[in-house]
Nanobody
Framework: HVQLVESGGGLVQPGGSLRLSCAAS????????VGWFRQAPGKEREDVAR?????GLTRHSDSRFTISLDNADNTLSLEMNNLRPDDTNKYYC???????????????????YGQGTQVTVS
């Protein structure tokens, strides 16, 4: 089991930057990939970025965002630059266990989610 706690959200002006953090605890060595998702009220949760733990390979839905993982303290981060009003969402970090041919890009690939942190660009 893994526990995830996000932080770093807040209000930022358009064009600004924000760094989200996700403190992970539990069986992180058993995880296959980690990721960030976001969701606006009434909309589906969408993929933002993902990272495969074994290789360090990353994929991003937008070049303004950068995902990283500090293995020393199991902190997952999301650096967001040049933010726009349509980036306003609740952002969630997630972790997926090994196996099952997961792509790590789908919401259903992940077994654990944090409670989310709100980002408002205005």
């Amino acid at each position: 089991h893994v526990q995830l706690v996000e932080s770093g959200g807040g209000l930022v002006q358009p064009g600004g930057s924000l760094r989200l953090s996700c403190a992970a605890s539990g069986n992180m060595p058993e995880m296959y990939c980690v990721g960030w998702f976001r969701q606006a009220p009434g909309k589906e949760r969408e993929d933002v970025a993902r990272l495969w733990i074994g290789t360090g390979l990353t994929r991003h839905s937008d070049s303004r965002f950068t995902i990283s993982l500090d293995n020393a303290d199991n902190t997952l981060s999301l650096e967001m630059n040049n933010l726009r009003p349509d980036d306003t969402n609740k952002y969630y970090c997630a972790a997926a266990k090994s196996g099952g041919g997961r792509t790590c890009s789908d919401v259903d690939d992940y077994d654990f989610y944090g409670q989310g942190t709100q980002v408002t660009v205005s």
